[in-house]
């Protein structure tokens, strides 16, 4: 499986950013995949994911702190996307698109991803 992201880019304070990664190499029937992101000089954390089975998608779910502001879907088959509103400077970060073909929980743990894509750079600043 290979994961291409896309739509990073720098923004004002209280902008907002779409990003969307596309997937290849399965058939994606069940699937969990989502965006990790790790600002420097510090851990790498969960930001969102989104679980389907046949094809419907039936869970989407979010950090604590991109609750209410970001919000992630399935757009096709291999497409997801993100739309990511209020940003703050502390959003800044090189996001990445990951995917799983575990849907059985919502996974948060890097641990749980055996597919990561190569990074998207967010920046947040004035």
């Known amino acids: 499986v290979q994961l291409q992201a896309s739509g990073g880019g720098l923004v004002q304070p209280g902008g907002s950013l779409r990003l969307s990664c596309e997937a290849r190499g399965s058939t994606f029937t069940n699937y969990t995949m989502g965006w990790f992101r790790q600002a420097p000089g510090k851990e790498r954390e969960f930001v969102a994911g989104v679980r389907w089975t046949d094809g419907i998608q039936y869970a989407a779910y979010y950090g604590d702190s991109m609750r209410g502001r970001f919000y992630i879907a399935r757009d096709t088959k291999n497409l997801i996307s993100m739309e990511m509103n209020g940003l703050k400077p502390e959003d800044t970060a090189v996001y990445y698109c990951?995917?799983?073909?575990?849907?059985?929980?919502?996974?948060?743990?890097?641990?749980?991803?055996?597919?990561w894509g190569q990074g998207t750079q967010v920046t947040v600043s004035s």
């Open positions: 990951v995917a799983d073909p575990k849907t059985g929980y919502n996974y948060y743990a890097k641990s749980d991803f055996n597919y």
